[in-house]
């Protein structure tokens, strides 16, 4: 984003010589390359539900943080409220309740 002009710009060279800057091993292929991901902007819908992903990871980003400010990843106390409230607490009540249950925010 911190280019203003594109008119010269070759990805695949800009790709290169990012890798090179970051010390990428060469025997670590590239799955996935800035190109392949054009689909997501070809269309209002498929770009919709990439952004439910995106969602998805700061949700998951917030519950691994719960248990981080325990002082242990693996506290007992936080995954049992982590099981009620989030994977069996199903049809129960509004998703967004029980997040906001379960973090307390």
């Known amino acids: 984003?911190?280019?203003?002009?594109?008119?010269?710009?070759?990805?695949?060279?800009?790709?290169?010589?990012?890798?090179?800057?970051?010390?990428?091993?060469?025997?670590?292929?590239m799955r996935h390359r800035p190109?392949?991901?054009?689909?997501l902007f070809?269309?209002?819908?498929?770009?919709?539900?990439?952004?439910?992903y995106q969602?998805?990871?700061?949700?998951?980003?917030?519950?691994?943080a719960a248990f981080e400010e325990t002082g242990d990843v693996f506290d007992t106390h936080t995954?049992?409220?982590c099981r009620q409230l989030i994977y069996s607490a199903g049809n129960t009540e509004a998703p967004e309740e029980l997040f906001r249950q379960f973090r307390g925010r």
């Open 42 to 52: 070809a269309s209002s819908s498929y770009a919709a539900g990439y952004y439910v």
């Open 79 to 81: 995954a049992e409220k």
């Open 1 to 29: 984003h911190s280019l203003s002009d594109y008119d010269n710009f070759d990805l695949a060279e800009f790709e290169k010589e990012y890798l090179q800057e970051i010390g990428m091993v060469q025997g670590i292929v």
């Open 35 to 39: 190109a392949h991901f054009a689909h």
């Open 55 to 64: 969602w998805a990871q700061v949700l998951d980003n917030d519950v691994y």
